[in-house]
């Protein structure tokens, strides 16, 4: 016979797929005719960018496009020059089968790249796409919070947690003319673009999010007056997306991620025919997880004092969020050349930042790595290139020392440069984190209680018991192992806390 139980629901984020999947890519690129020959490869830079992606049954579908720019000498080699094109790129990727519908974010990286001249016009290049995705789908598991049997004694915990309430995602796409300002001259071809997006404020309210950003853009140009002088613009766009989110209210935690999608600066004409502007667009994903605080009340133990029972056991693992951690993360570079000195820098940049976070002993610590770039001209007048990567580390302090998880975005910005010496660049780059702290605590709890099969209930004879207790042992097992009533133990006992305060004799009656 089962013992009637009563449930409460949890529902919780489950991952189908959270990882690393690369894609290769391999092309070859003929220049064309208004391009001049090639001299010498300074940097190829290829930037992979998700177009779109769905999720059908088990299979994410993922396209997107990867824009590559060669920066190179041209023949004289006394000017910088620049071939782009681009490649397409598709993955399909398989997910742990379920039921319900998957949400999912999904960031390109390059994973590694390969790039030579085979001649003077055609270029060979071998590359892998790196797509980091999280897949989640909402599952509700039921909880057992309470057994209805006067028979049956059980051990109950409460513990705060956060369950889910909804994961959105939503894409959106940012369009505008950027103007060519402070007297700078207009464009002939942009050689390095940047396009990175960041959320500046999010609220929550009945039933919508509200998410206020920026995407920050620059890009290094030729200028149409001079072909061999260089300038660099930068501006900002803002946006403001509502977002309908069911579940969705004032007293929900929001854990938000923005993803910079397929873009494209392209230089546009005037009224006279010149490039004075850039019309910009952006595709932007953005994937929002949402929490709400809860008390779960479980049943851990339990016990009859009439008849065996046959106990069964579940795990389950509760999410607990303890804020949201936020820094900047500042370091100065060095770049030392070793081929002369430095005359003039033509730009400098950071690309391919990576951030890992963990959490241990109240401390938050982070290992920042990124690449600084730097386009120069030395005491002879020849355009070099020159990177090195860097790996710094970081830790803070927590005010939570319950966090033993963060869920981190970050953004990798170069704050300013400056020649140090005739050979040595001194660079400042900020590292911007958001890190979501949280604890994963799994659980086993009870999922039901009944008789064994044939089990005989146990002899009905009346007991009056001393048992001599220890100091500090816990009421629960002395009243199980004896299949006493908990109740009657601490009445009789005048026993009112968990455990037995002290070294002592205890009265157990049994009816």
């Known amino acids: ?28 690129y003929n220049l064309p005719d208004y391009c001049p020959d090639i001299q010498k490869i300074l940097k190829c ?11 059908t049954g088990d299979t994410l579908t993922c396209d997107g496009v990867c824009d590559i720019r060669v920066l190179y000498l041209d023949g004289k080699g006394d000017s910088v020059r620049c071939c782009e094109f681009t490649k397409d790129f598709t993955a399909s990727v398989k997910l742990k089968m379920v039921e319900e519908k998957a949400v999912a ?7 590694h790249m390969t790039c030579r001249a085979v001649s003077a016009r055609r270029l060979d290049l071998h590359a892998a796409v790196a797509l980091q995705i999280l897949a989640v789908v909402q599952k509700k598991e ?49 050689l390095r673009r940047e396009i990175s997006c960041r959320v500046i404020e999010s609220r929550l309210s009945e039933e919508r999010l509200t998410v206020n950003g920026s995407a920050d853009v620059s890009f290094l140009y030729t200028s149409a007056v001079d072909a061999g002088s260089v300038e660099k613009l930068s501006s900002s766009i803002d946006f403001s997306q509502v977002i309908d989110c069911a579940g969705a209210d004032e007293n929900c935690i929001c854990d938000l991620r923005i993803i910079t999608g397929e873009s494209s600066i392209q230089p546009r004409e005037d009224d006279v025919g010149e490039y004075t502007g850039v019309s910009v667009v952006v595709k932007v994903f953005l994937m929002a997880f949402l929490y709400k605080p809860c008390e779960v009340e479980i049943i851990n133990d339990a016990y009859s004092v009439r008849s065996p029972l046959e106990l069964r056991y579940a795990q389950s693992v509760f999410t607990k969020l303890h804020g949201v951690s936020t820094e900047v993360l500042k370091k100065k570079c060095t770049l030392s050349v070793s081929d002369g000195e430095i005359q003039k820098i033509l730009d400098v940049w950071c690309e391919q930042d990576t951030v890992q976070s963990v959490c241990e002993k109240a401390k938050l610590s982070y290992r920042v790595k990124y690449t600084v770039c730097m386009l120069y001209v030395n005491g002879q007048g020849r ?17 939570n020392q319950q966090a033993k998880r963060a869920d981190t975005t970050w953004h990798t910005d170069l704050w300013e440069y400056r020649i ?15 890190s979501t702290l949280m604890s994963m605590e799994q659980v086993k709890y009870l999922t039901s209680a009944g008789m064994e099969e044939n089990a005989k209930d146990y002899e009905g004879k009346p007991r009056f018991l001393i048992y001599y207790a220890s100091a500090g042992e816990k009421l629960w097992d ?34």
Not at 45 to 55: D, F, G, K, L, Q
Not at 105 to 111: G, H, K, N
Not at 148 to 173: L, P
Not at 489 to 495: G, V
């Open 1 to 28: 016979m089962q013992a009637q139980i009563k449930t409460a629901p949890y529902e919780y984020f489950d991952p189908v797929f959270d990882g690393r999947y690369e894609t290769p890519i391999d092309a070859e």
């Open 45 to 55: 830079r290829a930037i992979p960018e998700v177009t779109s992606y769905m999720i």
């Open 105 to 111: 974010c999904v960031q390109a990286s390059m994973a």
């Open 142 to 190: 039921l909880i057992t919070c309470s057994l209805e049997d006067e028979s049956i004694e059980k051990r109950g915990e409460s513990f705060e947690a956060h369950q889910a309430v909804n994961a959105v995602c939503h894409q959106f796409t940012i369009e505008d003319t950027l103007p060519v300002k402070n007297g700078k001259p207009p464009i002939e071809s942009i």
């Open 383 to 399: 355009i070099l290139y020159m990177e090195k990567q860097f790996d710094h580390s970081f830790t803070v302090e927590m005010e």
């Open 420 to 434: 140090a010496d005739k050979t040595t660049v001194e660079v400042s780059v900020e590292t911007s984190v958001s």
């Open 478 to 511: 002395i009243a199980k192992s004896h299949r006493a009533m908990l109740t009657d133990i601490r009445t009789q006992n005048e026993l009112f806390d968990d455990v037995v305060p002290e070294a002592r004799p205890i009265i157990i009656c049994n009816r």
